[in-house]
């Protein structure tokens, strides 16, 4: 399967990703090959089989609606890269 | 040309839940930023989501209570998006498998009742908050994973009175089953609206706009109303109307499209993996199902057959459930008289509450000590005014009925005796007035109840006292 020049910016663009002209071209190439190899999946017959989203088998995990603490502000900004506490500061987004 | 509107709502509704969705930090609205977060909802890596027994039993009272599917496996996905509010890049939601589904609420507008379905009902996790400042955007992640249930609507409503209608009952039958306040100044009912018009009677619909930031249900009333005039005038003028996300600006009154780039939603939804499926069984809908309130419109016809009301009063008693709660209790305290005790909600206690921006849990008076002033209204022992103030009265000290109406010797008088001596005395004393009262003037007698009151301090039976003064004033002379 291609994966086409347009294909590849919106993808890129999802990512938040800037690719450059190189970038752009290699990775459309080994998005479809990594597609090509998957697509031997398509030529079993899956008819009969269910779409598996968990493979562990667990079901129903759940908790109890009861509090715990969570951390203190000073460690929970510890490793933002910028803040105003008590608050994560990032670059202005314009809505 | 004539035009049909079809709007379609969302509603996303906070849970009262006292924990997140997949973590145990609290949901508590108005804490200091940042402080009610932990390794989970900051989105740290390896962190795992736990899921919130109570969000699951919450978003199935909801699918009972609008007459939804509960579907018996149900699972979570990612929704991929990224901002900064956002920390995981992603939104733990319900894509493929929403837990309720196809389920429908009955509406009144305009006399009219009409069922407008409802397409889902899913779990989802709040983004966090942020506020955007000259030098940067401040984020505070408290919101984080909170709880929400998203409700869909079919685009089956046809007016803003239908979307009012719509979204008051919505938010009266969550509000029974006490999975959420629906509280929209914290922020937990949330409401976007799809609006488009085709030409009347064609089975094609139009091109959409949705519409996001409606804070109020009025504002959803008035945004929906200013979108169709929009697009009516835009269509008859000859334009055609863009797909677009519009905001409603409360000062202007008007609606805008929403600045930058619409990356044209896609999600790349896909299962969740770090939350295993969800199975619902049926005991555990009759379970719950039985443990759920009676929902406002059976209490309604309830109140109307059982206390023999009209279906306006019973309406206004059912409106809210504390209100409802509050009414039965006092008739089970007070049975002499139903229609008394209603009288006295409806009127005085959704008074006091108004007055004094109460919500319906927050009623000052119990019901027991209503019950207890009822009594002494019912025997006529006082007057429904003084009543009242007594009421207030209660209100205010905390006092009861009994212990007011003794202390301030409010007792009514409806001795005769003692009132015609206060009244000859007043006739005594306006000898003008009745003499013009005897020559035909009879509006008068007005005047002389109004002095019997004043003199006995608005305790005079006002029964005796017209009767009396009938009496003793004497025959009046025509012409
Ligand atoms: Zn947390």
Redesign the interface.
């Known amino acids: 399967m291609r994966i086409d020049r347009k294909e590849l910016e919106?993808i890129a663009?999802?990512a938040?990703l800037e690719l450059n002209e190189d970038e752009i071209l290699q990775s459309a190439e080994q998005l479809s090959q990594i597609l090509d190899y998957m697509s031997v999946i398509n030529e079993l017959d899956l008819t009969d089989c269910e779409t598996l989203?968990?493979s562990?088998g667990?079901?129903?995990?759940?908790?109890?609606?009861?509090?715990?603490p969570?951390?203190p502000?000073k460690e929970?900004?510890e490793n933002a890269p910028?803040a105003?506490p008590?608050?994560?500061?990032?670059?202005?987004?314009?809505? | 040309m004539k035009w049909d509107v079809v709007i379609g709502l969302e509603v996303h509704v906070q849970l009262n839940?006292?924990?997140k969705a997949f973590c145990?930090?609290?949901t508590q609205y108005g804490a200091?930023?940042?402080?009610?977060?932990?390794?989970v909802c900051?989105g740290y890596p390896g962190a795992l989501p736990?899921?919130?027994?109570?969000l699951?039993r919450s978003a199935v009272a909801a699918g009972i209570a609008t007459h939804s599917k509960i579907r018996t496996k149900s699972?979570f996905s990612r929704k991929?998006y990224?901002?900064?509010d956002l920390p995981k890049g992603y939104q733990i939601s319900q894509y493929d498998d929403p837990i309720c589904y196809d389920g429908y609420v009955e509406i009144e507008n305009e006399g009219k009742k009409k069922k407008i379905g409802l397409i889902r009902i899913h779990m989802e996790e709040d983004s966090g908050k942020?506020?955007?400042?000259?030098?940067?955007?401040?984020?505070?992640?408290n919101r984080s994973g909170v709880p929400l249930l998203e409700i869909v609507s079919q685009p089956e409503i046809h007016s803003p009175q239908e979307a009012y209608a719509y979204l008051t009952t919505i938010k009266q039958r969550l509000r029974y089953t006490g999975i959420s306040n629906c509280n929209m100044e914290e922020g937990s009912l949330r409401c976007d609206a799809n609006i488009s018009l085709k030409p009347a009677g064609s089975p094609a619909f139009g091109t959409r706009t949705e519409l996001k930031n409606l804070n109020s249900f009025r504002n959803v009333e008035r945004a929906l109303t200013f979108e169709i005039n929009r697009q009516k005038e835009l269509l008859e003028s000859g334009g055609t109307i863009t797909q677009a996300t519009l905001l409603w600006d409360e000062q202007k009154q008007e609606t805008r499209q929403?600045?930058?780039k619409e990356?044209s939603h896609?999600y790349?939804y896909f299962?969740e993996?770090d939350?295993?499926?969800?199975?619902i069984t049926e005991d555990f809908i009759q379970n719950l199902r039985m443990q759920l309130p009676e929902m406002p419109d059976l209490r309604k016809e309830r109140f109307i057959d059982k206390y023999d009301m009209l279906e306006d009063d019973a309406a206004v008693l059912t409106n809210e459930k504390e209100i409802a709660d509050y009414f039965e209790n006092l008739v089970k305290l007070f049975p002499n008289n139903v229609k008394l005790a209603r009288h006295w909600v409806q009127g005085e206690i959704l008074r006091i509450l108004k007055e004094q921006n109460l919500s319906a849990g927050q009623i000052p008076i119990k019901a027991s000590h209503l019950a207890e002033l009822l009594q002494f209204v019912d025997r006529q022992d006082i007057t429904p005014q003084t009543g009242k103030a007594v009421l207030d009265e209660m209100c205010a000290t905390g006092k009861s009925a009994a212990i007011i109406i003794d202390e301030k010797a409010l007792m009514k008088i409806a001795d005769s005796g003692e009132l015609s001596t206060i009244i000859d005395k007043i006739i005594q004393n306006s000898p003008k007035e009745s003499a013009r009262y005897r020559s035909g003037k009879i509006q008068l007698l007005a005047y002389f109840i109004g002095q019997v009151m004043k003199a006995t301090k608005g305790q005079a039976d006002q029964g005796i006292t017209r009767k009396l003064l009938i009496e003793k004033l004497g025959p009046v002379t025509e012409g």
């Open positions: 919106h663009a999802l938040r989203s968990h562990i667990q079901e129903n995990v759940s908790r109890p609606d009861e509090l715990k969570g951390l502000v929970v900004l910028e105003l008590p608050y994560f500061k990032v670059p202005r987004v314009i809505e | 839940t006292k924990t145990a930090c609290s200091e930023p940042n402080t009610q977060v932990c390794p900051l736990v899921l919130n027994e109570e699951v699972q991929n990224f901002y900064p942020s506020l955007h400042s000259e030098s940067g955007t401040l984020i505070d992640l929403m600045r930058g990356e896609d790349r299962p993996p939350l295993p499926p969800v199975l």
